[in-house]
């Protein structure tokens, strides 16, 4: 049996052009070497024909840049097969970038131009001068979210910088406008210096409705985010923290409705005490479950049932992390009925996987390659998910971030707090009506053009409940019509 990291996937793809000879049996033994060599082959496309040569563009997914370039190098090895050129689809969508700023209105002659710049925009911003709140109507601001990295954790490659940041939050802001609507702008800082982090956010933050805080490691990430929300009167929200940790919510939600298991009354062991870690165990917690186990790489740091009432969950973990662990994570989870893991690869075994209780309910969420093998795992849980697009029930936080922000924005929120965070992760679990759950389909599809929606109205709601909302919804908007 293959090993998941053995299976070409698309995240690496190959476009090759190929001058053959135009005879029996050529492209057949261009196609033999691709699946001899464990490239997957996918279009094919004619370029030109002569009775001499034929000219096709090849596509065939890898398992990384070295197999690709093992493979390019024995078709070039092919008798009557000439390698024209290859490409990788992936960096040429990134060439000149993915966004870019479009116009609202037409700038063609001399009466726009005073109307949208001087001297017309001059009454504008006296307007909004007398009176601030008007920047929402009157500007993009309402409409708007930074999206703000120090590239000290970008995707799970670590500490890249702000630059190599840059196509990641670009393509955070495309996931913004495509599914929500809302324009996002990718800031890329040059430091990662937690207080000048702050000030910078600080200062820009007029321009913007909103704050995504984004790939910042922990627990940096959570200073960050505390002092801002409490200097700033927009939402603000780290993403790897929140959006993680509402989707998961959801999937477990819809979980248990299958295992028929009370939330109250599960014991859930969650391995990897970072951004994600964290959020995820103080969300479940504020969901009810009351028997949580926190594993770091020495074991199991943390108790839900023996946490200090005095101190925060980041606080617990920070002075924990010194000291020795209370358990190994194995240890943790005899008996436990929920894994949620947000660490490393391959740290377990279906041996380890089968002292939970049965019906076992495992989340293997770490990026590119899960705790255990899809493969090991589906054969002893009864329910499992994992954070790629290629298994069942993906973990994904493009469920939740564009229709928090949506929600937030739409009454003009001065938070995102944690009972807008509760509504949104019921709003995804409620998609699925029970009768159509099953052990491959606990979470809805991003693509899914109901979610933004449904968790938009529900984090307004939530909102307003909450009094942080600056307004009240629309009639309009309460019934489901659009913004």
């Known amino acids: 049996m293959k090993n998941p990291g053995d299976v070409p996937y698309s995240n690496y793809r190959l476009t090759v052009r190929l001058e053959l000879?135009?005879?029996?049996?050529?492209?057949?033994?261009?196609?033999?070497?691709?699946?001899?060599?464990?490239?997957?082959?996918?279009?094919?496309?004619?370029?030109?024909?002569?009775?001499?040569?034929?000219?096709?563009?090849?596509?065939f997914d890898v398992n990384n840049e070295e197999h690709g370039k093992a493979v390019l190098e024995k078709l070039r090895q092919l008798?009557?097969?000439?390698?024209?050129?290859?490409?990788d689809p992936i960096f040429l969508l990134h060439l000149g970038g993915k966004i870019r700023v479009h116009s609202k209105v037409p700038l063609e002659t001399r009466n726009q131009l005073s109307m949208v710049y001087t001297p017309g925009v001059g009454r504008v911003a006296q307007a909004i001068a007398e009176d601030p709140a008007k920047t929402y109507a009157l500007t993009i601001k309402g409409n708007s979210v930074a999206v703000v990295t120090d590239g000290s954790a970008v995707?799970?490659?670590?500490n890249l910088g702000p630059y190599a940041a840059l196509p990641v939050m670009e393509g955070k802001a495309m996931l913004f406008k495509e599914m929500a609507g809302i324009d996002a702008w990718p800031i890329c800082l040059a430091t990662q210096d937690v207080e000048e982090i702050v000030n910078i956010v600080k200062n820009i933050a007029p321009g913007f409705g909103g704050i995504n805080l984004e790939d910042i490691s922990a627990p940096r990430c959570f200073e960050i985010e505390e002092r801002l929300k409490s200097l700033l009167d927009i939402p603000v929200m780290h993403d790897d923290q929140h959006g993680t940790a509402i989707v998961v919510l959801a999937a477990l939600k819809n979980a248990l409705k299958i295992v028929g298991k009370d939330t109250r009354k599960i014991r859930v062991v969650v391995s990897g005490l970072g951004a994600a870690g964290v959020a995820c165990s103080k969300i479940l917690m504020a969901a009810g479950v009351g028997d949580l186990i926190g594993c770091n790489r020495k074991g199991a740091v943390f108790s839900s049932k023996h946490a200090h009432p005095d101190k925060t969950l980041e606080e617990l973990v920070r002075h924990r992390e010194k000291q020795q662990a209370a358990m190994t994570l194995r240890e943790a989870l005899d008996g436990a009925d929920v894994f949620i893991g947000v660490s490393a690869a391959n740290i377990l075994s279906a041996g380890e996987i089968e002292s939970m209780n049965n019906d076992r309910i495992v989340f293997a969420l770490a990026?590119?390659?899960?705790?255990?093998?899809?493969?090991?795992?589906?054969?002893?849980?009864?329910?499992?998910?994992?954070?790629?697009?290629?298994?069942?029930?993906?973990?994904?936080?493009?469920?939740?971030?564009?229709?928090?922000?949506k929600g937030a924005l739409k009454v003009r929120a001065k938070a995102i707090n944690e009972a807008m965070k509760l509504a949104a992760a019921e709003a995804i679990a409620n998609l699925i009506p029970e009768d159509q759950l099953s052990e491959e389909y606990i979470i809805p599809s991003i693509f899914d053009k109901r979610v933004v929606e449904a968790v938009s109205m529900a984090v307004a709601q939530a909102a307003m409940m909450s009094h942080v909302a600056r307004r009240e919804l629309r009639k309009d908007l309460n019934s489901g019509g659009k913004s």
């Open 21 to 59: 000879e135009n005879q029996p049996g050529v492209f057949a033994s261009m196609a033999a070497l691709l699946a001899k060599e464990n490239a997957n082959l996918g279009a094919v496309d004619i370029v030109q024909a002569t009775r001499q040569k034929m000219v096709r563009d090849i596509t």
């Open 79 to 87: 008798e009557k097969v000439k390698v024209v050129s290859a490409s």
């Open 155 to 158: 995707l799970g490659l670590g």
């Open 367 to 405: 990026n590119p390659d899960p705790e255990i093998d899809p493969e090991h795992a589906l054969r002893v849980c009864r329910i499992f998910a994992t954070g790629r697009s290629d298994f069942p029930n993906q973990i994904n936080n493009a469920l939740a971030f564009p229709g928090v922000f």
